[in-house]
């Protein structure tokens, strides 16, 4: 309808629980809301580079990630002119068995590893950044390309988020020791016990999110806190740092459109938060399975008209999200004027930017008298 640019598309599943019974589809499953004790659907969304949805599925609340793909992949080509479908998506998402699935159906995808507790990652840790390369492209990010196997696997390294993190981590560092230090002159006063004082320092190393990085020990009446130092230059190597794994070859996707690509994802992610929070797809009133379809199709259509708005306010240099210029114009009013016999149905006043808007949207500027009887 609207024609889209799907020559690379964003694959993703969310879920959105019931109150109550729900319908038919409605199972237990992983919760993305954290509602474990709720039965809910699955959302299967598939979005353009420009966030504009091109289909959608509802799915009983027990289906698993993998059992959808193939069937995606095969409505996309036969309905849509796609050139390539990669299926991309965050670290969080997918398992060892599902990636090995998408291996076996020759899915190409773009995958975010998980930085610690895996091992492709931790292959490719390092001690300095030797290797790495900025690329034009990535406004300044890092990158350093590795391949085994057949497959690439992307590390990307940000410069200003590194350091960020140092600095706030040092920070923390420097405030802990203040703090142990007033400790230790409560616990040397007798205003402090041993328990007491120990307790106290677990939690403020808990409360920074700093424990892992130390050792907390009593002796005497000092508090040394014994550094972790493989954790510490861990962490400070893994600063700004996310690794990336795909089984495209070089030839279909560089090493930048690899990144782009998966930075891109968050468009899905906004669509799902869109749906859920601004177009309120929950709570769901009805209970049967074809009307549950009826509205999530209606929310999905809500947001492509969403995005549509978005993308003509920005393709006419207005600085206005839809959210907004919706807002604006719905300060426009038709207003119905009665003098004796006569009724006249008028259209307020509205300012520049609203008829900015209309021209943006390709709409008509409203007429000032609609109807006069």
Known sequence: LFSPDVDLVFYDLTSSYFEGEGPDLAEYGYSRDQRQDRVQMVIALVVSREGLPIYHEVLPGNTADVSTLKDTVDILSSRFNIRQTVFVCDRGLVSQENIEKLDEMGFPYIIGLRARNNDEAKALYQKNLSGFEADPALAGLLVKETRQGGLRYVQCHNPEVAKTKKTRRDRCYTEIQKTVAQLEKRFRSGRLSREALHHQILRLLEDRHMAKYFDPRIE??????????????????????????????????????????????????????????????????????????????????????????????????????????????????????????????????????????????????????????
Not at 341 to 349: A, E, G, I, K, L
């Open 220 to 373: 005497g009446d000092r508090v040394i806190l014994y550094m972790r130092k493989e954790v510490w230059e861990r962490e400070t190597y893994l600063d700004g740092k996310f690794f990336l794994k795909t089984n495209m070859p070089q030839e279909k996707i560089t090493t930048a459109e690899v990144v782009r690509s998966y930075k891109e994802l968050q468009t899905v992610e906004r669509a799902f938060r869109e749906l859920k929070d601004f177009l309120r797809i929950r709570p769901v009133y009805h209970y049967t399975d074809s009307r549950v379809k009826a509205h999530v199709f209606i929310c999905v259509l809500a947001y492509l008209l969403e995005k549509m708005v978005d993308l003509y306010c920005q393709r006419a240099v207005l600085p206005h999200t839809a959210r907004r210029a919706l807002s604006m114009l719905s300060q426009l009013k038709a207003i119905e004027c009665r003098l004796n016999d006569q009724s006249v149905t008028m259209t307020n006043h509205y300012d520049e930017e609203g008829a900015r808007i209309f021209e943006a949207l390709g709409v008509p500027n409203p007429v000032k008298i609609i109807q006069n009887q």
